[in-house]
């Protein structure tokens, strides 16, 4: 049996980075699901299993904009921010 189910409006998830379509949920198996683009099965899919959301916006988000904060700043233990002003710790009473 394969069926496909749309998924809700109210569940925010990522477009297919490919062509920008609102993923489908396909059940593969009794109990096993797949996200995938509706319009090509080419495009990405998660693993059959549980319906993995999380694993499907990892894949269709573009990797820049996930990058942005991760490098850690080599001076966070010797500045303070405060008010957005950025300051010494010397200059701290
Ligand atoms: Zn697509």
Redesign the pocket.
């Known amino acids: 049996m394969r069926g496909y189910i749309t998924i809700p409006s109210s569940v925010s998830c990522a477009?297919?980075?490919?062509?920008?379509?609102r993923?489908i949920i396909s059940m593969v198996e009794i109990g096993e699901y797949i996200v995938?683009?509706?319009?090509?099965d080419?495009?990405?899919q998660t693993e059959p299993g549980l319906i993995d959301m999380d694993d499907w916006n990892l894949h269709n988000t573009v990797l820049a904009n996930r990058q942005v904060d991760v490098a850690p700043c080599p001076t966070t233990d010797h500045f303070f921010s405060l008010n957005g002003t950025i300051m010494t710790l010397e200059n701290i009473d």
């Open positions: 477009s297919c980075i490919y062509c920008g379509a993923p995938k683009c509706p319009n090509s080419s495009h990405y």
